[in-house]
């Protein structure tokens, strides 16, 4: 693709040397199968993301609990 850059100052590519141009595609089967595994890591991604959520929302309220006193922190001499 490089060798089809034309210009000198300003590098560019042209639209007639891109039709002339020979691109990989894979075929219709292993493209199902790329997509198949593509939904399998967003449906991933989403779940793992509300997990997130759902765990910063447990901090957030034990953390509420501690400072306002609702929960006491027992603090042992010995661990002192």
Request: charged share 30%.
């Amino acid at each position: 693709m490089l060798s089809k850059q034309g210009g000198l100052a300003q590098q560019h590519f042209n639209v007639g040397e891109m039709k002339s141009l020979l691109v990989a595609v894979p075929s219709t089967d292993e493209q199902k199968k790329i997509v198949q595994i593509l939904k399998s890591l967003e449906s991933r991604i989403m779940k793992e993301k509300l997990y997130l959520d759902k765990i910063g929302q447990k901090k957030h309220g034990l953390m509420q609990d501690l400072l306002t006193g609702k929960v006491r922190v027992n603090v042992n001499k010995k661990d002192k």
